[in-house]
Each structure stands twice: as structure tokens, then as C-alpha cells.
């Protein structure tokens, strides 16, 4: 990628008049020249006193009036020769070439963050892309003061020294890993020899293919388990179980709890499937949250009195309206409660409460920062919005509470605390996953406060709908 302070300058031209040729456009600078109106005065009394020299010659004598027209004539041959290799340059024409910073414009338009970097190693010109993402301002510091990464820093060098191009993919570590792929490339602008990088970043698409890899190594390995448990009881019964009637009864009971259990992991992963095939289409629904919880714990009452667990419902008598489906609203609050009831020991309390608040930071902090002690992980956060307020459900459970290592992990797949500590419990792991990604579909917030001894509290919120 070689630039030329020649070739750039034809290049402006040509895009901005493409219907005129490089020969017709010199024609036409000659001509603006020589219009009329830029004739200096001087130039019209030199004229007028050779016009009355050459009448006054010619009334004298015909030879000298024809010495002196010969002699204008080859005057005039001789200035028209000199202007093919000298033409003064008019203000409105000229353009001075001020080095590498002439480029500013051009990296300004890439969308893509893109810096400049001379043969020094400073930062000659960058775009508001790189300057709002490596976060400086100053034009002029060393690009080692912003990135450090050594691949990147030998590219520049053998684009600046030899020429070459080159391709480096890096990653930042941080609260999210970001991947980048850098391309460095050569620039020759007139004497000057630079490097040009640009920033694409691959975050989007490595994470997608590792979360893919992950599901389908997580999927096979939950599907895998129960499978070998059937296949296991199927040659037991039809071995030693054969005539054993209790054996036989006990063995069918486990089969159906190893079949329940690979039901509700396919239920699940065809619910993920078809949340994500519309997550990025956010819902125009309108309902009732506060209608949603109250539903959901009366679905849930033969559960919660065969697992000894008392509910306790919280949720105004007034609608909260909110915007969302129902459907998929009553999935966040079921989930959650299972969850909940899980980890509740035998004559435990879990708690729904249901609540209107202000903006996305007040939602927050009413929702999920109620114990002092307590760890918290913002599993989820929308995008600040002037004007917009949430509606909250929030579910508690008495259970042993969740280490702070644990929490940033909770929304992921199959991730399930109790098989970190070799202590399964069941489920599937995917129950907080699907919260997650509904309540994203719904633009809101998921929020977890754990504290252990005490319990666990997750809070979901979406946006409340305008009333009217």
C-alpha cells in the first residue's frame, strides 16, 4: 500500500470532477489564468502604448512597422513557450504538501479503528474509532504508549524498514477478553515512510465459535450421561433383574428418572434454541408482571408443599405493565423459582418480590443490593437509555449462598456450582441460561446478590410500558 504526493493529488482531482480528463483540467487552470478580469492594470496600459507605438511607426515608416509587429509576435511565442514550463500558481490552486498528516482525512473515513505511525514510532494521524477505543487524545506520543503487544510492534517495524505487510491477531485481556486482528501495511507519502494499521475486531465471531464448540462438548456430554445410566438398567434387566420382581420395579423407576431427565435437557436446549432465533428482535407485547408471578406461584404450589418450602409473594395489587410476552416473562419467573426451591432446605422460604422503580442505576440498587455482605455480578446490563424505567422481579431462596469466584458464571451453559464442588444436585444448568437470554431479548438487566449462610437473590428487570 504505496501512496505518491502525485498520484494522490490526481486521484482527488479525478474523484472530484470524473468527466474531465487530467489534460483538459490543466486546459482549463490555464485558462481561469488568463481570464479577463485577473489582468492586471499595468498590463492594459502596456498594451494600449504598444498599440500607439505600432500606428505611430507605421505613419512614419512601413519597415518599422513591420520590425516591431515580428518583434511582438516573437515576444509573444516566447511567453507562451516559457508558461508550458512555468505556471505560477494561483491561490485557489495551489496545494502544499504538509507530509504524512495529509492522510488524516482518508483514516477519519475508515469505520474501522486506524492509526498512522511514522518511521520514529510516533503517532502521526488516527481516527476517532482508535482514539475512542485504545482511549488518547495527544498526536504526536509513541504508539508504544497506547499498545504493547510485541507482534505488533515488529509488523510496524517491517512495514516502516522493508516494506512488508503483515496480518496480527492479538488478545486484550479484561473483563471480557477482546480478540483483534491488526493489518499493518506500508505508506510512502513523497520522502516520508509510514505505517498504516487497522483494527478489526474478531470478539464477536471467536466467541460465537466457541460457544458453539462449547454446546455441542456440553450437550453431548449431558445427553451421554443418562444415556449409559438407560443402557446400563436395560442390561440389567434383562440379566439378573430378569425375574425379580422388586429389582425389576426399582430398576424401571430409575430408568424413568434418567428419561425425565434427558426430556427436560432436550426441552431446554429446543427453548435456548428458539430464544436465540429471535433474540435480537425485542418484543412490542405488553403484560402484567405482577399478574405473571402471581400465576406462577400458584402453578407452582404442589411443588414448593411436596418439597416442604413456603412461598412468600410480594407484588402490588395494581398491574405492572411492562413490555414483553407473557409467555416468555412467566418462563424468567419459573425458572427462577425453581432454582430457588432447589437450593431451599426442607421448612425454608423463598421470597418473589415484584416492583416498580426508576431508571437503570435505581433498578439496580433496589433490586440488588440489599444485603451488605453480600457478592454482586450484573449478569446482564442494557444499554443506557434517557427516559426509560423498569419493572423488577426478584426471587430469593434460603439456601447456602453462592462463593463471589462462582458468580460471574452463573448465567452460562451447564455451568451448575454443586459440580464444582462434587456435589450434584440435578438440572440441567441451562434454567439461568434461558433467564438470561429472555430477559436480553427484552433489553433488560439480570442481576445476582449471593451471600453464603444467608442465601441467593436474582433479580431480573425489563422496561415498563407507557401508559396511555
Known amino acids: 500500500m504505496t501512496f505518491g504526493p502525485t498520484a494522490s493529488r490526481h486521484l482527488a482531482l479525478a474523484t472530484l470532477r470524473p468527466s474531465l480528463k487530467p489534460g483538459r483540467m490543466a486546459m482549463n487552470r490555464f485558462e481561469r489564468r488568463l481570464r479577463l478580469e485577473r489582468i492586471p492594470a499595468a498590463a492594459w496600459a502596456a498594451a494600449a502604448l504598444g498599440a500607439l507605438a505600432a500606428v505611430w511607426a507605421l505613419t512614419t515608416s512601413a519597415t518599422a512597422a513591420v520590425l516591431m509587429v515580428l518583434a511582438a509576435a516573437a515576444a509573444y511565442w516566447a511567453m507562451r513557450e516559457a508558461r508550458r514550463f512555468v505556471i505560477a500558481p494561483s491561490r485557489d490552486d495551489q496545494t502544499e504538501l504538509v507530509g504524512l498528516a495529509e492522510l488524516a482525512p482518508l483514516l477519519e473515513a475508515m469505520p474501522d479503528p486506524a492509526l498512522l505511525v511514522d518511521s520514529e514510532g510516533r503517532i502521526v494521524s488516527s481516527n476517532a474509532a482508535a482514539r475512542r477505543q485504545m482511549h488518547f487524545e495527544a498526536r504526536g506520543q509513541f504508539l508504544t504508549s497506547i499498545l504493547r503487544h510485541p507482534d505488533v510492534l515488529e509488523a510496524v517495524q517491517g512495514a516502516v524498514r522493508e516494506g512488508q505487510t503483515q496480518s496480527v491477531e ?46 455441542l462438548a456440553n450437550a453431548s456430554h449431558e445427553l451421554r450421561t443418562p444415556l449409559a445410566s438407560l443402557t446400563l438398567l436395560i442390561e440389567t434387566l434383562s440379566g439378573p433383574a430378569r425375574d425379580n420382581s422388586a429389582d425389576r420395579d426399582r430398576f424401571l423407576g430409575m430408568m424413568q428418572v434418567q428419561a425425565d431427565r434427558m426430556r427436560r435437557l432436550i426441552d431446554d436446549l429446543l427453548s435456548l434454541s428458539r430464544i436465540e432465533l429471535d433474540e435480537h428482535v425485542p418484543p412490542s407485547d405488553r403484560a402484567d408482571l405482577a399478574a405473571v408471578a402471581r400465576e406462577v406461584a400458584d402453578s407452582l404450589a404442589p411443588l414448593l408443599k411436596e418439597r416442604n418450602v413456603t412461598l412468600d409473594l410480594r407484588a402490588p395489587s395494581a ?25 431451599t432446605p426442607d421448612g425454608g422460604v423463598v421470597r418473589i418480590e415484584v416492583g416498580a422503580s426508576g431508571d437503570r442505576e435505581e433498578v439496580s440498587a433496589q433490586a440488588g443490593r440489599r444485603w451488605e455482605e453480600a457478592g454482586r455480578v450484573a449478569l446482564l446490563t442494557p444499554a443506557a437509555a434517557a427516559n426509560r ?18 458468580l460471574p ?15 450434584e444436585r440435578g438440572g440441567t444448568g441451562l434454567g439461568l441460561a434461558i ?7 427484552h433489553r433488560g438487566g439480570f442481576l445476582v446478590e449471593s451471600q453464603p449462610g444467608r442465601g441467593s437473590a436474582f433479580a431480573a428487570y425489563v422496561e415498563l410500558a407507557e401508559e396511555g
Open 170 to 215: 492479538y488478545e486484550t485481556p479484561a473483563q471480557v477478553d477482546r480478540h483483534t486482528r491488526c493489518y499493518v501495511a506500508p505508506v510512502t507519502w513523497g520522502a516520508d515512510r509510514a505505517a498504516m494499521l487497522v483494527f478489526h475486531d474478531q470478539t464477536a465471531r471467536i466467541s460465537t465459535e466457541r460457544m458453539r464448540a462449547d454446546f
Open 319 to 343: 398491574p405492572v405493565r411492562v413490555v414483553g410476552e407473557r409467555f416468555q416473562l412467566a418462563q424468567v419467573v419459573q425458572n427462577l423459582v425453581d432454582n430457588a426451591v432447589k437450593y
Open 389 to 406: 424505567s423498569y419493572a423488577y422481579v426478584r426471587v430469593e431462596d434460603s439456601g447456602p449462598g453462592v462463593a463471589k469466584q462462582f
Open 409 to 423: 458464571r452463573l448465567g452460562e451453559r451447564f455451568f451448575r456450582v454443586e459440580r464444582e464442588l462434587g456435589n
Open 435 to 441: 433467564v438470561k437470554h429472555i430477559v436480553n431479548r
